[in-house]
């Protein structure tokens, strides 16, 4: 429904989803912050050696934190979703792939079918300033370097990601430094605005693999000694590097509306600006810098700065910035603003650390499920107030608890603030939407009702049964939810794919019981039809699946069956197959993208010219000698090269 008292320029938050230390969803990122914990942990062996090159006195060429913040199973990937083989999939940036999954989860808490989207002119604008895993492959000499480097370019990042999808839109890498994913952000929301793209992913990801910068920091005394990020604290003595991915879905909210979209938050305006010549350096941060972002984010916004209810704050613990933008938000914010209602100010980054180009949106989703639940929760670390700050004199307050956002009326309204040693300042504007704009709850009614499930693989299939299984028992965040809403989304709303499942019942625990193994009565009719037709491959059938069009609800996540796949390490989990095995077989499990037999054709597997020539060295160096790429290139099925590899063998006994 388009309606006329909605903004035409606001943008709506639709969907989001992250991977960040602790946290590996929106929800477990909201229990993390309610409940105050500090998610930063030792800096894992993985990465670097922090024992050789940790020193606690300052010293060029060490680093001064051992702690960071870490993403749990970085190295994890479903390689088989999304078409890799092994060898593609170990070669591949950690980034590229984790922000392949974290994309995927968005796509499906904003209720988008992937497959309605391809084609479209939907955009990608990524954030990112590392290309650490590509820099690592470079660094093992000439030798090492492969075409299969040419995938982890940065470009690659947002590009693999609209291939996978077939979005045509902009495709684009923001690099300002720490504000680059807020800059992404702003750019989607410009885009959308202009009516270029009618669908936005913008997205951070930061993975540091190597201590390079660390190190550059540490000498320059910008690493918190103790790897916590001490927002506003007298104590405050650098920022703790962290790994984040952070995604969000954004359509024009008129467009959202009228799709019946999950509105989660409304970004009401942004802008970006630099700080010119108004700092005696390019990297000191300037006041006045900061002053302009947030006055033209206001004005853009249409929002008086003074009915800001909750702002997050860069927030990165400098002791050189801190005092400076908290200055700044006084300035704006604080200016009429009513007594006794100061500006809470917080920052994520005392709980999960600093995560560079993504910081802005883990703080964006932060910020996103503040208003959600109406709390802000307390800022840690905060132990002695930063004396070059005028606390008396700003009104404003770091919550050092969880607070409630005031009741006034009017959909809250909230700020996020990102700031770049680029000196590029970013600010966005966010409101929680309002419930007049908001679809009414659908009535209860006696069903039957169909709900039909999918997966790419026999055990995601059972591990998505499970899930839902607990999700729709009593106490499982589908009971709040209506039936008839359940199963519309999951009919309307999820891509369908090979593995297929389908159940009916009249209740929740009619549903539960019958995916737990103990089926409902048939429900006969149109739904034993629609259901047998779905099970064959049919698409789903909204009208029959759950009666008329229903609201986008929450729905159980992908669960993605992964692996560890590394550099160094072998992309088999750490073992080849025993000597003894067919050589086409090894090579095969390393390098096709799907199943296959002897029957199957080369190309049709994944075997592509850049893995042929992986294949060439590998073979060369398992039989001891020289390989023709031409005999290789002449092969057409597994059969062939099955025979082939085996000539290959007895020739070299």
């Known amino acids: 429904m388009n309606r006329s008292d909605v903004d035409p320029r606001s943008v709506a938050v639709i969907g989001m989803a992250c991977r960040l230390p602790g946290a590996s969803a929106p929800d477990a990122l909201w229990a993390l912050l309610r409940d105050a914990v500090d998610a930063t942990s030792e800096t894992p062996p993985d990465r670097y050696d922090v024992d050789a090159l940790h020193s606690p006195q300052p010293r060029q060429g060490r680093i001064a934190a051992r702690r960071g913040g870490y993403v749990d199973e970085v190295a994890e ?108 952000v702003h750019q989607a929301v410009q885009s959308l605005r202009a009516g270029e793209t009618p669908l936005a992913l913008a997205a951070g990801v930061n993975v540091p693999l190597r201590p390079d910068e660390g190190l550059v920091l540490s000498h320059a005394g910008a690493m918190a000694a103790d790897g916590r990020c001490k927002f506003g604290d007298a104590g405050a ?116 650390g600093h995560a560079e180009a993504a910081g802005g949106t883990a703080g964006l989703i932060k910020t996103v499920l503040c208003l959600e639940h109406g709390q802000v929760p307390a800022c840690l670390h905060l132990d002695t107030p930063n004396p070059g ?62 709900l039909a499930l999918s997966a790419h693989s026999p055990a995601a299939l059972e591990a998505l049964r499970e899930a839902y299984v607990r999700y729709l028992r009593p106490g499982g965040a589908g009971a709040s939810y209506a039936l008839h809403d359940i199963c519309h989304s999951a009919a309307a ?63 159980p996540s992908y669960p993605w069956q992964t692996r560890r796949y590394w550099a160094g390490e072998e992309p088999d989990g750490g073992h080849r197959a025993q000597d003894g095995a067919d050589l086409a077989d090894r090579v095969l499990r390393e390098h096709a993208r799907t199943g296959f037999d002897d029957a199957s054709g080369l190309t049709d597997i994944g075997i592509d010219s850049l893995a042929k020539l992986r294949i060439v060295v590998e073979l060369a160096e398992r039989c001891g000698q020289e390989i023709d790429p031409e005999e290789l290139g002449g092969l057409r099925t597994v059969g062939e090269l099955r025979q082939w590899t085996r000539t290959l063998q007895a020739a070299g006994r």
């Open 237 to 352: 003595d650098g920022y703790s590097p962290s790994d984040a991915v952070a995604v969000v879905v954004l359509k024009r909210l008129t467009d959202a509306l009228a799709d019946g979209d999950r509105i989660r938050a409304v970004i009401r305006g942004s802008a970006v600006g630099n700080d010119g010549r108004t700092s005696d350096s390019v990297l000191n941060p300037s006041l006045q810098g900061q002053l302009d972002v947030l006055r033209w984010a206001y004005e853009d916004a249409g929002v008086n700065p003074a009915d800001v209810d909750y702002v997050e704050a860069h927030g990165a613990g400098s002791p050189a910035l801190d005092p400076l933008e908290l200055r700044a938000l006084g300035e704006v914010l604080g200016a009429g603003r009513p007594a006794g209602r100061p500006l809470l100010v917080g920052s994520v980054k005392t709980n999960i």
């Open 493 to 555: 709303r999820r891509r369908h794919h090979a593995h297929r499942l389908a159940v009916t019942g009249h209740t929740h625990e009619e549903l539960a019981a019958a995916l737990a193994g103990t089926p409902a009565p048939a429900a006969g009719g149109p739904l034993t039809a629609a259901a047998e037709r779905y099970l064959a491959g049919g698409e789903p059938e909204r009208a029959t699946m759950s009666g008329t069009p229903g609201r986008c609800v929450p729905l």
């Open 389 to 450: 700050v005028d606390w008396d004199a700003l009104p404003l307050t770091v919550p050092d608890k969880l607070l409630d956002l005031p009741v006034l009326g009017r959909p809250a309204v909230a700020g996020v603030g990102g700031q770049g040693s680029s000196a590029l300042n970013a600010h966005v504007v966010l409101a929680q939407p309002d419930p007049r704009h908001m679809p009414p709850a659908t009535e209860p009614d006696r069903g039957p009702y169909l």
């Open 77 to 184: 990937f479903d390689a088989g979703f999304f078409g890799m083989s092994a060898t593609e999939a170990t070669e591949l940036d950690p980034q590229q792939r984790l922000l392949l999954m974290t994309a995927w989860d968005a796509l499906e808490d904003a209720g988008q079918n992937p497959d309605r989207l391809a084609g479209s002119r939907s955009g990608v604008f990524v954030g990112n300033t590392r290309a650490d895993h590509l820099e690592l492959a470079l660094r093992r000499g000439p030798d090492s370097v492969t075409a299969a480097q040419l995938n982890n370019f940065r470009s690659l990042l947002p590009a693999r990601l609209s291939h996978f999808l077939d979005f045509r839109g902009p495709s684009i890498v923001v690099d300002t430094a720490c504000s680059s994913s807020l800059v992404a």
